[in-house]
C-alpha cells in the first residue's frame, strides 16, 4: 500500500511534556490529509516502572512481565488515539488480521504490543510487511546508529547510511547498551526478508518526517 507510513515512536515519548505529544498529534493530523497511518507506540518510563514494581513483589515469568509492557505501550496507544479520534480507530489494534481491515476504513491505526516475547520494533516491522510497506520510519531515541556506545566511546563511528548485514555483526559484538540499541535481530530479520529499509530519526524532532518524506535523510538509513 503506498499511500500507507508505518511510524514506530519509541516510548520515551511519553516519558517527556505534553507539548512534544501534541507536536506529533498535529504532525499526524497533518500527514493524514494525504496518508493512512499505522503508529507502533513504545511503553517507556511507564513500562520501566510497573515491570519493577512486578519484579520487586516476585513476578518472574517473563509472559506476565511483557504483558505489563505491551499493557503500557497499549495506554500510551491511547493517549495518541484519543487526541486523533476521529480519524484513528477508537481503540488500540489488537492483531494484523483486525489491522488490515481497519487501515482501510480509518485514516489512523495505533497499536502497542502485541504479543509477549515481541519488541516494538519487531511490532513495526511485522505492521509494514503485513500492510506491504517497503519503508519503516523509526523516532527512536538516538539521532544516528553508532558503531559502539556514542557516550562510552568517543571515536564512535556514526553511519548515514549502514546494511542490515552490518548491523547485525555490531548487535551481536553487544557494543551497544540496552537503552541504546535501538533495534533487535528479529526486526532485522523480517525487514531482510521483505526488503524493508528502515529510516532512524531523533523522537525529540517529530518534523524531519516532513524531510524523509522529500528523500532526505535525517539520521541513519538501515538498507536490506
Known amino acids: 500500500m503506498d499511500d500507507v507510513l508505518v511510524i514506530k515512536i519509541t516510548g520515551k515519548l511519553f516519558d517527556t511534556d505534553a507539548s512534544l505529544i501534541k507536536g506529533y498529534v498535529e504532525i499526524f493530523k497533518d500527514l493524514s490529509r ?81 504479543i509477549p516475547g515481541q519488541s516494538t520494533a519487531s511490532v513495526a516491522l511485522e505492521v509494514a510487511e503485513a500492510l506491504g510497506v517497503n519503508k519503516v520510519i523509526d523516532y527512536s531515541a538516538i539521532d544516528k546508529v553508532y558503531d559502539k556506545d556514542p557516550v562510552k566511546y568517543p571515536d564512535a563511528k556514526p553511519y548515514n547510511k549502514i546494511s542490515i548485514t552490518k548491523l547485525r555483526e555490531i548487535l551481536r559484538q553487544k557494543q551497544l547498551p540496552g537503552e541504546y540499541a535501538l533495534i533487535d535481530l528479529r526486526a532485522l530479520d523480517i525487514a531482510e526478508r521483505s526488503k524493508i529499509t528502515i529510516i532512524i530519526t531523533h523522537y525529540k524532532k ?18 536490506p
Open 34 to 114: 494525504k496518508y493512512k497511518l499505522a503508529i507502533i507506540t513504545g511503553g517507556g518510563g511507564l513500562a520501566r516502572k510497573y515491570i519493577g514494581y512486578a519484579r520487586e513483589i516476585g513476578v518472574s515469568s517473563n509472559y506476565w512481565l511483557d504483558m505489563i509492557g505491551i499493557r503500557s505501550a497499549q495506554l500510551n496507544a491511547y493517549l495518541l488515539i484519543s487526541s486523533l479520534y476521529p480519524k484513528a480507530y477508537p481503540e488500540p489494534v489488537n492483531n494484523l488480521e483486525e489491522l488490515l481491515r481497519i487501515i482501510n476504513n480509518y485514516e489512523i491505526a495505533v497499536l502497542g504490543g502485541l
Open 206 to 223: 517529530p518534523e524531519t518526517i516532513y524531510d524523509i518524506l522529500r528523500g532526505e535523510n535525517p539520521g541513519t538509513i538501515i538498507y
